[in-house]
Structure formats: C-alpha cells, structure tokens
C-alpha cells in the first residue's frame, strides 16, 4: 500500500495537503429535496415507497413493535450484551457529569437576571444501518437526551432486507428506554422526524451521522425550522506520532479510521522519518487481515503521512487542519494536549486508541467533521439543551436602570422601547 508522503511542506502548501476527499453531489441537493417534499405531502405512504426502493424491502409496520424490542435481547450473545451495558454505564457517567445549575446574578439593587438550561421536548436521532449497523450511535445520541429530560425520542433506522432493524441497535434503545423505533433510513428519515407523518411523531432537533444524502437531507430541513446536531461528513483522524510511538499501535489507529468509509481520510503528521517506514509496514501486514480491507485501502489513497521538523510544528499544522478526531502519540502527550486548539475529540497517550472513544470511554463519538472543528463541539447533554435567560425587575430596580434604557432606546428612535419604561416609572410618558 503506497502513502501519499509530504516532506516537511511549506505554509504555503498546507491547504492544498488539508483538502478532504470531495464527492459528485451535481444533482444532490435537488434529488434530495424531491424525498423531502414527498414525504412532506404523502407521509407513511413515500417512507414505505422509498424502503422498498432504496433499501430493497417491503414494510407495511413501519413502527417497530414492543415484542420486536423485547426480543431483540435473544438474538444477541451475552458477551456483546454486556459490553454495550458497559458501554452506556460510562457514556452515562461523562454526560451526567455535564449538568448544570441555574445561574443567577444581580445585577444592580432590583435587577435579578438567571440562566436555566431546559430540554428540547422532541428530538430525532438518525442511526445508520448499511455497511455497519451502528448501534454505538443509539448510546451516544440516546443517553444524553435521556439525561436531559427530552419528553420524546424518536430512532430512526434503515431496514436490512428481511425488513428488520438489528437486534444491537434495538437492544441498545431498549436499555436506554427509547419505544419509538421506525423503519426508515436516508433522506426519507430525516424527511419523515422533520415534518412528522402519521407512524413518526415530528421532532424539534435531529441528530446522528449518515451518508451524503442524509447530510444533505439534514441541511435542507434546517433551513425549514427543524434544527440539527451539527455539519457533518466522511469521518477522519489525524495522528501526532513521534519517535516513542509504537508503529503498530498507530497503524491499527490510521486502519481503524479508515475503513469507515471509502471517503474517509487519515493523515500522521510526524518529525520522525523512520516511523514511517515502520508503520507503513505494518499497515500493509494489518491491512491484508481486515474483512473491509479493499474499502480501507481505497480510504488510506486520501490519506497523507507529512514529515515536520518539530512536534511543535505538526500541532500546529494539526489546529489548522482541524480534524474530527486527534490522536497524540508521544512522550508528554497531556502536555502536548494544551496546545490542541481546533478538534473534535483527543485521544492522548500511547495507550489511547480513537477506537475507546468511538465505543466505550464515556466521551460522545458524534463529532464535527471536515474542518468545522474549528467553530463546533461534538454533541454532549449541551446538545440536547436549551440555555434560557430570564430576569426579573422590581419598582426599585426599573427606577435605577430607567434612565439608561429610556436613553438608549431614544437614540434608536425607539419611542415604544422608551415608554415601555417611562410608563412604569410614572414619568416622561407621552400618555401621561
């Protein structure tokens, strides 16, 4: 497997190595809007259409039942079941750890202002189900609104061809508590949680990964008043390696990412030129191993290994890049993890593979992509929250402050802003 190797490159010459694998998406958007308006207008009836056209099923219960969750339990090893209660136990314990309590301050004598965070009442959670079922999703996106008290979750996931959902992603929304399960997957989900059909109750927020009609689909109905977790595209990883690195561990790091997807993109940013021979060795020995190695290998002819003078200079190159996922893989690697400025999750020290994150480790896998790390978090129970001020002012207070906002409002040309003041304080009224 031959790398795509950049010597110590210029800065002139690093936007040119930083462009993601782009896509055809000529006639994308308008394909993808035709399934939003038909499902918009005929409901159960198009979701059903385009499963059995895009997902080569026909199903006639679009709502999966309570027997099909209970039994989903039976159609799994205990092993498997055990790591995924595993699993939300800690993804359960980080996110918890992120409430908040209400914030109040007065700010003058009689003005009291406070900010409180309150649920998103409907949420949609997307759960891909085609070339990997990801029932790690339904405990990243699940457990959070679970925490924050959202009165509805709806899962949306495609169907496989016997016209079921798998038993993972059904046992994993069952421990959480999530009922609501619809057989739909691609733009049609996004369509059916966005505008509500009469089997799938209409969502406030949807959130989850998907392929670029599901992006896509995500961004029309955003710009229509449904909101959405975040820009999203083909994952991708960058690795900080230096010469304490273990050649393996980091190959298997850049081979884990990416045989997400044929898109997908790695890039080991090291100072240390014989690294990169070893771990391209290794990454041919491992390659040959993987079951998905053909779509693996496609992904790596995305990828770049580039040489830097310093480790100082690869962070630097990493924040501009701004990747969904960082790895740190060398001595004083918490140190080195103060410098991170733009990412979506880092992974710090040898023994911390992107994989822990993705699975197991307690931190959200649902991450900004494609270089919107720079402005975007991943989701957390912030994601599921709203954050609503309030204030409360009383005579004494309205007095203090009238004269400030009474003069301000006057200068926008305000006159209503002005009286809404004036006349509480019983002067310069012009009803008075």
Known sequence: ??????????????????????????????TVQEILDEVKSNGDQALRQYTERFDGVSVQDIQVSEQEISDSETRLSEKLKNAIRQAAANIELFHKAQRTEPL?????????????????????????????????????????????????????????????????????????GI??????????????????????????????????????????????????????????????ADETANPAYVAADLLSQAEHGRDSQVILFTNSESLVDDIHTEIDRQLEQLPRKEMAAESLGNSRVILTKTIEEAMEM???????????????????????????????????????????SGTNHTLPTNGTARAYSGVSLDSYMKMVTFQAISEEGIELLGDTIEE??????????????????KKSYNGA
């Open 1 to 30: 497997m031959n790398l795509n190797i950049s010597k110590y490159p210029q800065l002139s010459e690093w936007e040119s190595l930083f462009k993601r694998p782009t896509l055809n998406v000529t006639n994308l958007f308008s």
């Open 104 to 176: 109040f301050v007065e700010t003058m004598p009689g003005i009291r202002c406070w900010r409180k965070a309150i649920p998103i009442q409907k949420v949609g959670l997307y759960i891909p189900g085609g070339t990997a079922p990801l029932f790690s999703s339904v405990l990243m996106l699940g457990i959070p609104a679970k925490i924050a008290g959202c009165r509805e979750i709806v899962l949306c996931s495609p169907p496989d061809k016997t016209g079921n959902i798998n038993p993972a992603i059904l046992f994993a929304a069952k421990i959480i």
């Open 179 to 240: 009922t609501t399960i619809i057989k739909a997957g691609g733009a049609q989900a996004i369509a059916a949680m966005a505008y509500g059909t009469k089997s799938v109750p209409r969502t406030d927020k949807i959130f989850g990964p998907g392929n670029q009609f599901v992006t896509a689909a995500k961004q029309l109905i955003s710009l229509s008043g449904t909101a959405i977790d975040m820009p999203a595209g083909p994952s991708e990883v960058a690795v900080i």
């Open 318 to 360: 990493s924040n501009a890049y701004a990747p969904e996922h960082l790895i740190l893989a060398t001595k004083d690697a918490e140190e080195l993890a103060e410098k991170v400025v733009n990412a979506g999750s880092v992974f710090v020290g040898h023994y911390t593979p992107e994989s822990a994150g993705d699975y197991a």
């Open 408 to 425: 301000m409002a006057a200068a926008e040309q305000l006159d209503a802003h002005k009286n809404a003041v004036s006349i509480r304080r």
